[in-house]
């Protein structure tokens, strides 16, 4: 069982969707909010200097075996998002819980999560923990609120 967060790890970042997102009805198309996710996981995980980098460095790739949208609200063009990113789970698996707010009210336009875990690149097999290297790099994010 994992401890519970004293300092978590997460991001935020704002984002005005694009026209090119939408689909023909002028809301943004429901596939392209994993780019909105991802670039809110992206921030975080740079956090522990742990981004695709540093994971293929490692000799670890990360691809996304689970997920789970609750679309609430439509979100238009030309609107200014606020999405967060959250880790929720790290020893055995990556996954991240994501909220989508409409920047200017606040409200809650979205919720997921996604879930990741390890592969090994040099034997290509799926790890059943997350390596000591990402471990390591989530205890001293939680111990310290951040890298030293």
Known sequence: ME???QFPL???VTLVTSFQDADPMGVIYHGNYFRFFEEARRIMMDKIEYGYLAMNESG???PI???RVKYVKAIPFNHQIRVSAKLTEWENRLRVDYVI???ETGQRMCKAH???VAVS???QEMCF???KVFIDKVEQWHQHGSLC
């Open 10 to 12: 997460e991001s935020e």
């Open 101 to 103: 707010y409409d920047a």
């Open 121 to 123: 690149i040099k034997e």
């Open 3 to 5: 401890q519970e967060i």
């Open 60 to 62: 670890y790739m990360w």
């Open 114 to 116: 996604t879930t990741q």
């Open 65 to 67: 075996i689970d997920t």
């Open 129 to 131: 923990a997350s390596p």
